[in-house]
């Protein structure tokens, strides 16, 4: 399915990005891939070509855009992985208005970025892919992290906009919904560690994103349990709400880490 087509990638020095280049790789592709800092021995492992792309600057996301279609012809699939969460200090929307603004410019306006680059030619083309990272908390809420959980919400509002404008230019939008997988940003953070629904790889993320785009699926649920909790959340919100406060308050006062997603 993916064999000789051209894939960029955005975050993906290690965890899912990596993880996404390799199954693409493995799929006879040809994959280009990004993070703040190029990552060349990523590339040289996998068998990728590197570039370093700053997403929270429009004008760095169209250069990789513009890298990886000189390295491999015009994107075929471009998937938007690079990611930030930060942690609520003290109450919700505490986190400082710096990481309010990173979390907006990586989290979504990245994907913004791409897209204004990307969509017009592949309306032209008549085809295309994008692929959103975003996560469970933007079908549901990461209790912690409002602009995270924010961010995300936005995220997954993105690809669907994406999907409902462009499907019948023969454009498809996927929209990754994990919940915990190991990667730098879970490291140590026990709610992740002891998941009732498991603390996945990154590889099964990559599985199952395959799985979604063969079926052209705009979801890609690595935890297909997400999907039930987001029925019961549309099913009966209050409810919702009243169950993830008292997970909360056991919780205590842990919060998701502040880290970067790549």
Request: with cysteine; charged share 20%.
């Amino acid at each position: 399915m993916f064999e000789n087509k051209s894939i960029a990638i955005t975050g993906s020095s290690g965890g899912i990005g990596r993880a996404i280049a390799q199954m693409f790789v493995a799929q006879g592709a040809k994959v280009a891939i990004s993070d703040i800092k190029a990552p060349k021995q990523t590339a040289s492992d996998i068998g990728a070509a590197a570039f370093a792309c700053d997403v929270t600057d429009e004008a760095a996301v169209q250069a990789f855009i513009k890298d990886a279609d000189a390295a491999h012809g015009p994107i075929d699939v471009f998937v938007s992985n690079a990611g930030v969460g930060y942690g609520d200090p003290k109450h919700a929307a505490d986190a400082s208005n710096d990481a309010w603004d990173m979390s907006w410019q990586v989290n979504v306006m990245s994907s913004v970025y791409a897209a204004r680059a990307l969509l017009p030619a592949w309306k032209k083309r008549g085809s295309g892919r994008f692929v959103v990272t975003a996560s469970a908390a933007g079908l549901l809420n990461q209790i912690g992290s409002t602009s995270y959980s924010a961010t995300k919400h936005a995220a997954v509002s993105l690809a669907e906009s994406i999907a409902i404008r462009h499907w019948d230019h023969g454009i498809r939008a996927h929209c990754i919904c994990p919940q915990y997988i190991r990667t730098n940003m879970t490291k140590g953070f026990a709610m992740a560690e002891n998941s009732r629904d498991g603390l996945l790889e990154p590889e099964d993320v990559a599985k199952a994103l395959l799985a979604s785009m063969q079926d052209d699926q705009f979801l890609v649920l690595s935890h297909p349990i997400v999907s039930e909790y987001f029925k019961a959340r549309a099913m009966d919100h209050q409810a919702y709400i009243a169950g993830l406060n008292k997970l909360k308050q056991k919780m205590g006062s842990e919060h998701l880490p502040i880290k970067e997603e790549g």
